[in-house]
């Protein structure tokens, strides 16, 4: 079992920076691979951003946030990061942690895939 607890969301304004923390619970954190995923209202769920298990030197991100946001991880804290810069209204959403076990990278998109999810942390970008 992994529990995941996201946090640093909150209200900027547009063109503005903003990272967000994922704090994973259990010894293997190393072993998963971690994603980043939004759900804005009315909206279906959507992927952002995904980093594989171990070393982290795979990353993959959405089209619509390529070039503006960045993925890591630190697995002696437990932690995966998202930073996000250049901020969008269109960025608006609850962006949610998600772990899965060594997915492949062609499954990276699908939140099907990931086991564990974290609760939410809602990101406002005003215009």
């Known amino acids: 079992q992994v529990q995941l607890v996201e946090s640093g969301g909150g209200l900027v304004q547009a063109g503005d920076s903003l990272r967000l923390s994922c704090a994973a619970s259990g010894r293997t954190f190393s072993t998963y691979t971690m994603g980043w995923f939004r759900q804005a209202p009315g909206r279906e769920r959507e992927f952002v951003a995904t980093i594989n298990w171990w070393t982290g030197r795979s990353t993959y991100y959405a089209d619509s946030v390529k070039g503006r946001f960045t993925i890591s991880r630190d697995n002696a804290k437990n932690t995966v990061y998202l930073q996000m810069s250049s901020l969008k209204p269109e960025d608006t959403a609850v962006y949610y942690c998600?772990?899965?076990?060594?997915?492949?990278?062609?499954?990276?998109?699908?939140?099907?895939?990931?086991?564990?999810w974290g609760q939410g942390t809602q990101v406002t970008v005003s215009s």
């Open positions: 998600a772990a899965g076990g060594q997915i492949p990278s062609r499954w990276y998109t699908r939140d099907d895939k990931y086991d564990y």
